[in-house]
């Protein structure tokens, strides 16, 4: 049951809590980690009486969820979670590799030497779990340099969009299961990347960050 998976992952409501923002981690965690499938209804009643709180944060939730992509609803008919199609794969691998490039570029332009040796040490774990063929962890480590990287750019607006997108990104991608290109192909680009970032050169390690997920290809040395 929905309901009763959000109780349990909710636990007892803090003082002062800000309900809404409190159902939306729920939720959208339970959807990105598929404890929630696509296709799979939920209803702002069920889910308000399951937690003891009112409908209103829960339909606030479900309305920032809708915006992000994560619950589509149709008026009088239903509200669910929408379902992972190979065309929405394709566009997320192509916005994280343009997104997540950007992210690169702008951080290399503004971290100290401290931390892109913190960024090195993310990719070299991102190269293992590659070479490893670690899919879940090489996503865990892909989010984890992506979003070190996006507080790093130093760009306060250009962050809040890439973690608004993060949810999104991460539940597409997981439900996709596959490793973007071969263990070969990824190593190439990410130890290209890692020796472009260690120049400095952060047009170049843009540029191979771009081309792992099949974007700015042209940019490059075949």
Known sequence: MVESSLQESLGPLAAGAVLSDRVFETVSDAIVTGRI?????????????????????????????????????????????????????????????????????????RMDDGALQEAVAMLDRMIA????????????????????LTRESGNRLFATVMHEASLLVARNLRQAGTLIGTAEFRGECYRHMRAAMLAGDADGAELWFRRQHGVGVDSLPV
């Open 129 to 148: 779990a590659s070479d490893a063929g670690d899919a879940d962890d090489l996503m865990l480590a892909s989010r984890m340099f992506v979003g070190f």
């Open 37 to 109: 499938a696509g296709g799979q209804q939920v209803s702002d009643k069920s889910i308000a009486e399951a937690l003891g709180i009112s409908r209103t944060p829960v339909r606030e939730a479900l309305q920032r969820l809708t915006w992000l992509g994560l619950v589509e609803v149709a008026p009088n008919r239903y509200t669910r979670v929408t379902e992972v199609t190979e065309e929405m794969i394709a566009s997320t691998i192509e916005y994280t590799g343009m997104q997540a490039g950007m992210a690169l570029q702008l951080a290399m332009r």
